[in-house]
């Protein structure tokens, strides 16, 4: 595989029936992840994998040159279709395996984790890429308990142009490379894989055969093809979709959280989830529903209610702030006199006055202990000593 020689592999890090994943190092972009098909497969299956991973790496690098917030961003792809790799940002962990290590997270950590999920499947859906079906592998952290969250948006983990409704097309006037039609009646035939527009300049509104129509009239954003037949079951396709990726993501939180799969017939799940805050068992519960009309219709409504949730410890840690201020004050206020006294008590002056004291207290515990009860003379014993002196005869001279 002729990846440029400034990358330095260092190990397989994942490896399918038809792909591996590389651990390399860069000396300007740091530690990178490498993906590159499997040598070990048949020459008719791996031709099969290259041309795949070669188109993938074209619509990875589209993708990323729109900066999309928490999309992985490729930084190369092979210019070989012979011998196609694609370069991507590396992250250390990704949910797969924290699934299969038996990490368990937090609600609050999980729901933070899907809410840039969610930002990210919103992005590429507005600018014509549609998740297909989500992969935990796809969902990478810079860290576990902390940090960012990206998704990869690797074609053959489930992502793909959107033809339901609009695809991107080039400014140039060029379809993006390897279009896979959702609705192949008629599209196929009308918009065949890298079919190129004759003009360069396309007018705001153009019609072409089968009444599907160019629209570029929204400045700053990619022209698109709109196509009208089968609408109603091409959004009832894509409803099943969203809702097929929230239910995964929905999986994913369970396992996570409980350290076993979800199984719709388990009654312990059910147990489980109550366990939760409301805040937290709220999105679980309409996201693993049993009635599928139960269930989230759009990334959107989800996303409301995890930054929902997230919000509410938000708000109770502000009203909880004045009481923690109050009490670090005093606890300052207290640290700072203890501190206070023990340098007055270890000083030449306080050790003085604390022998002083001693030998005061000392002292006291030898001087005896004046009478309880004071006791006054009476009559008698005042006048006893002159009845004595009368009672004594005078001598004769």
Request: aromatic share 6%.
């Amino acid at each position: 595989m002729a990846i440029p020689d400034e990358y330095k592999i260092e190990e397989v890090v994942r490896k399918t029936e038809n792909m591996m994943a590389c651990r390399a190092d860069h000396p300007i972009h740091g530690t990178v992840i490498i993906y590159m098909p499997d040598d070990a497969l048949p020459s008719e299956a791996a031709a099969t994998v290259k041309r795949h991973l070669y188109q993938s790496g074209i619509q990875m690098r589209s993708i990323s040159q729109l900066y999309l917030p928490f999309v992985t961003r490729t930084l190369e792809v092979s210019q070989n279709p012979n011998e196609p790799y694609i370069i991507t940002e590396y992250s250390k962990y990704n949910l797969e395996k924290l699934i299969n290590e038996d990490v368990r997270l937090k609600p609050k950590r999980i729901y933070q984790i899907f809410s840039k999920v969610l930002q990210a499947i919103m992005s590429l859906s507005e600018n014509g890429w549609q998740t297909d079906r989500l992969n935990p592998y796809q969902i990478k952290l810079s860290d576990i308990h902390e940090g960012d969250v990206t998704i990869t948006a690797l074609l053959s983990a489930g992502f793909q142009p959107t033809v339901t409704g609009t695809i991107p097309i080039s400014k140039g006037g060029r379809l993006s490379d390897t279009v896979t039609p959702q609705t192949e009646k008629d599209s196929a035939s009308v918009f065949p894989p890298t079919q190129t527009l004759k003009d360069n300049t396309i007018e705001k509104t153009q019609t072409l055969k089968n009444g599907i129509t160019i629209d570029q009239s929204h400045s700053g954003i990619e022209p698109t093809v709109t196509l009208p037949q089968d609408a109603a079951l091409a959004g009832e396709k894509e409803l099943r979709l969203v809702q097929r990726n929230i239910y995964i993501l929905g999986g994913l939180a369970y396992q996570l959280l409980f350290g076993e799969k979800y199984h719709l017939s388990d009654s312990n799940a059910i147990v489980n989830i109550r366990k939760l805050s409301a805040q937290w068992r709220t999105v679980l519960d309409k996201a693993l529903s049993p009635s599928i009309e139960d269930r989230y219709e759009s990334y959107e409504s989800m996303l409301r209610d995890i930054e929902r949730a997230l919000s509410r410890n938000k708000r109770i840690a502000i009203a909880v702030t004045p009481l923690v201020v109050l009490l670090l004050i005093a606890g300052g206020l207290f640290g700072y006199r203890q501190r206070h006294r023990h340098q007055i008590m270890t000083s030449e002056a306080g050790q003085a006055i604390k022998n002083f004291l001693d030998i005061v207290d000392k002292t006291e515990s030898d001087f005896p202990e004046p009478s309880s009860a004071s006791q006054e003379p009476n009559d008698d014993s005042i006048l006893k000593p002159f009845d004595e002196i009368a009672a004594t005869p005078a001598k004769k001279e």
